[in-house]
């Protein structure tokens, strides 16, 4: 599998999933523009740095409409092109009916739907114009089909972004772009690490995962994910479009186990 001669920009790139889908489409032959925000600046320019002349960095605060179209046009500038689109970025406050409240959701929906949509917009918009094959890969979640009950509206986000990818995938077929969606499940980012001692969990909570959450006994890690991500960018997965994936150690959908 390889990703020579593609230009991916990568979205939330300095951390967690989004840093290893950048070391992993360095490592296959990609160019990668790698977003971070404002505040994670430093850290992007820390990660050029250390990739080399193969990588440029992005700030944009994906909050904010404004600000998207820029990593787009930065990619182009840069790169001279574009042929893949990682929506990675997300955010996951916990909230449920009785606590959420409007300023929390605009930020939800604004970072992990409205952003990726408007993304895609100018991501076809140069795929269009220069005739380019390109890959539209988006990163959901499980939550997407009902959630963790204390995660209202980042489910819904996944949920949204789930069906944004199916219907985008029908009126895009006939132009050669593809768009596809990895659900991911649980897994051990610095963020997820910072939100469980959050909630008050030891600082081994990774090692004490009950096996109906984790068959294996550990959680998935960010390379793990990166790799499946890398295989949806990549010509191997020429001709799905429309696909949710779902990558986690178990079958979500109607999955039992009431005696565990």
Not at 13 to 29: F, R
Not at 98 to 121: G, H, Q, R, S, W
Not at 131 to 160: F, P, R, T
Not at 233 to 256: F, K, L, M, T, W
């Amino acid at each position: 599998m390889t990703l020579k001669d593609k230009v991916i920009i990568v979205t939330g790139a300095t951390s967690g999933i989004g840093l290893e889908i950048v070391k992993e489409a360095l490592k296959l032959g990609g160019t990668v523009m790698i977003h971070s925000s404002h505040r994670s600046k430093p850290t992007a320019q820390k990660l050029v740095q250390e990739f080399g002349e193969k990588t440029a960095c992005v700030s944009a605060d994906l909050s904010k409409f404004d600000d998207l179209k820029q990593i787009v046009d930065a990619t182009v500038a840069k790169f001279g092109r574009v042929d893949v689109l990682v929506n990675n970025a997300g955010v996951f406050p916990r909230n449920t009916i009785d606590d959420i409240d409007e300023e929390t959701y605009e930020y939800i929906m604004n970072v992990n739907y409205k952003a990726p949509l408007f993304l895609c917009k100018e991501v076809v918009k140069v795929f269009k114009e220069q005739n380019i094959k390109g890959s539209i890969v988006n990163i959901g979640s499980i939550n997407a089909y009902c959630g963790q009950d204390n995660l209202l509206v980042y489910s819904s986000s996944k949920g949204a972004l789930m069906t944004m990818t199916r219907n985008m995938a029908d009126y895009l077929g006939p132009y050669s772009i593809r768009i596809n969606q990895i659900n991911v499940g649980w897994t051990h980012t610095d963020k997820e690490h910072e939100t469980q001692l959050g909630e008050g969990n030891s600082k081994d909570w990774y090692k004490n995962i009950n096996k109906v959450f984790a068959p294996r006994g550990t959680i998935l890690a960010p390379q793990e994910i990166a790799k499946h991500v890398a295989f949806w960018a990549s010509d191997y997965s020429i001709p799905v479009s429309g696909s949710v994936y779902e990558v986690e150690q178990y079958p979500v959908i109607g999955r039992n186990k009431i005696n565990a």
